[in-house]
């Protein structure tokens, strides 16, 4: 299986300690509505309803969330058939359901309930994703969401490359007082490192609030950082609060975010060190001039992102 020719994540700027004040909310976004990706994903895309979302959340450019749906049994995959990327990583979280990845590498495989899916498109790449095979006969209920991660101006030439991260594999801790639990997907929380390798420092938490509390992690004032209410509500600071399927932006004006969750919440959590580089982005492809969008889609036309049968 190859492997992203991923540089070490550098080492996160000093950050303050418990004390640390808490963030501000910059803006509550609730779900923008639904649309369909090919015809196996029903999904809020949050970023096209937020604006400025590319630079106020850089280095993410999108999120799709998928919430619980389900599908009925079909003895053909639903899906999303070939096509490109260049420029960016894609990463793919299953929650419920099961999906099957393959791409122009040579690269793929199944992801269940709990696993990731980390593709760097990078210099370009094609893939397909379908509901897996047997799951989509049986059909059933599928809650998902994909990310789109800019990459670095130095590193959108390199080679493509595909990490899968088992569930097995993610780090689950506890949050302070039982307040449920935390997966760590990337980078650290509560002095927990996640498994996915990144070109630039972030972090991507799953937390479980079970018996409800406060849910903190303090972040190096430069991150950006934000929170899907995936399921519950939490209250806010300020005396707002967000309910299920809430997109909580918060302004980098503290060390710290914090929310209190309801018992039950479900939540996904979103903070990097903006790149702060040009974007320009185009349908699959994200680099940092127009120019170079135009020769991605050329090099797309003349085959250069190798070949992969839908």
Excluded: C
């Excluded at 418990?18 to 196996?40: C, F, L, Q, T």
């Amino acid at each position: 299986m190859t492997q992203p020719a991923h540089r070490p994540e550098t080492d996160p700027r000093p950050i303050a300690g418990p004390s640390a004040s808490a963030r501000s909310i910059e803006g509550i976004y609730p779900s923008p509505g639904y649309h369909w990706v090919g015809d196996g994903f029903r999904v809020a895309g949050y970023f096209s309803a937020i604006p400025n979302a590319m630079r106020r959340l850089d280095p993410f450019l999108l999120l799709d969330y998928h919430p619980e749906y389900h599908y009925s049994p079909t003895p053909k995959p639903r899906g999303v058939g070939v096509h490109p990327h260049r420029g960016f990583e894609t990463v793919t979280l299953a929650f419920q359901g099961s999906v099957a990845h393959r791409d122009s590498t040579g690269a793929g495989g199944v992801i269940g309930p709990g696993d990731v899916q980390w593709m760097t498109a990078a210099s370009g790449i094609l893939h397909k994703e379908y509901h897996e095979a047997e799951w989509a006969r049986a059909g059933g209920p599928m809650q998902m969401a994909q990310l789109w991660v800019n990459l670095p101006r130095a590193n959108k030439n390199d080679p493509p490359g595909y990490q899968s991260i088992v569930a097995a594999d993610i780090p689950e801790v506890r949050l302070p007082s039982g307040a449920g639990t935390v997966r760590v997907i990337a980078g650290e929380a509560l002095g927990t490192r996640g498994p996915a390798r990144t070109f630039t420092p972030m972090s991507v938490l799953h937390v479980l609030a079970t018996a409800g509390g406060e849910v903190a992690f303090e972040l190096p004032p430069s991150y950006n950082a934000a929170v899907l209410v995936m399921a519950g509500s939490a209250a806010l600071a300020g005396g707002q609060s967000a309910r299920q399927h809430d997109f909580v932006i918060f302004a980098r004006d503290g060390a710290r975010i914090a929310l209190e969750a309801a018992p039950g919440a479900e939540l996904l959590v979103l903070a990097g060190e903006p790149i702060d580089e040009p974007i320009a982005a185009y349908g699959p492809f994200v680099m940092n001039t127009r120019e170079e969008i135009v020769e991605a889609a050329r090099d797309f036309e003349r085959g250069k992102y190798g070949t992969l049968e839908d």
